[in-house]
């Protein structure tokens, strides 16, 4: 692997937050075991997955980790919940410098074609075909806050609450943590009076367009933001289409390209 292609794909700023959130290694009383492993290089293959798309099983020589090594530990690192907690070491950081808009908080839904595997169903916008749907919630100026996965079939109001339940919370350049936006912008498909309400319960500004009374082209001035974050998480090859079985795995993936799409605006500030 090329010191430049490495250095792209996992910059030195981003390797300082991966390391510390990383499983430790520990070798066993009685030896044996497995041998510790080049955790940068392997976090870099990863990387390599999700930006390029290619199968584990093409992975170049070039990264010096085996592919079959590659995926356990993607697939460990994922049940240890990494992707999730390097997310929000990002968002702390932006939170930090004050680069986090909390005027408004947006939602919308994408979905891919998927080959297989949980978390998937019957697509109504592509002849039934098996899918799955990317759920994203940005602060005001697109960020990903939160992202979620399920089925094709699931109506995007039923991702709404648990999007915004999902805002963890981040830290501010003073005072305490936050994870309230002011208001929740999004399209007619979220709209209902039990969302109002609970929305307003909450202190939250809802700002959703009210099928048959208004269009959704009023929130055109807001909304190519988030219509913008789903486009940098598509530029990520492997969530176009979903190869992986698990829908965990293919969480997992979308959680390190929202981290990845926040890291990249933390590093423009940072230069």
Aim: hydrophobic share 40%; net charge positive.
């Amino acid at each position: 692997m090329s010191a430049d292609l490495s250095q792209r794909l996992v910059p030195d700023g981003l390797w300082e937050l991966v390391a510390p959130l990383l499983p430790s290694f520990s070798s066993r009383p009685q030896g044996g075991g497995t041998a510790p492993l080049n955790e940068r290089a392997v976090f870099t293959a990863v990387v390599y997955v999700l930006t390029s798309g290619c199968a584990w099983r093409h992975l170049p020589e070039t990264f010096g980790v085996s592919p079959a090594t590659a995926h356990r530990r993607f697939t460990a690192w994922t049940e240890a919940g990494l992707w999730r907690r390097l997310h929000r070491a990002v968002l702390d950081e932006l939170g930090a410098r004050g680069e986090l808009d909390w005027t408004s908080a947006i939602v919308d839904a994408a979905s891919v074609r998927a080959k297989r595997g949980s978390l998937t169903g019957p697509n109504p916008v592509d002849r039934g075909k098996k899918g799955s749907k990317l759920h994203v919630l940005s602060e005001a100026q697109g960020l990903p806050l939160a992202v979620a996965v399920s089925g094709a079939n699931l109506h995007d109001s039923q991702a709404f609450k648990p999007l915004i339940l999902g805002i963890p919370a981040v830290r501010s350049r003073c005072g305490p943590r936050r994870r309230r936006p002011v208001k929740i912008r999004a399209d007619k498909a979220y709209y209902s009076a039990e969302h109002l309400r609970w929305l307003r319960a909450r202190n939250l500004v809802p700002r959703i367009a009210r099928p048959g009374i208004e269009s959704g082209e009023r929130l055109g001035r807001h909304r190519w933001k988030i219509e913008r974050s789903i486009s940098w998480l598509f530029g990520y090859r492997r969530l176009t289409v979903r190869y992986e079985r698990k829908g965990s795995h293919f969480l997992a993936f979308l959680g390190l390209a929202a981290a990845l799409t926040c890291y990249k605006r933390l590093a423009k500030i940072t230069t």
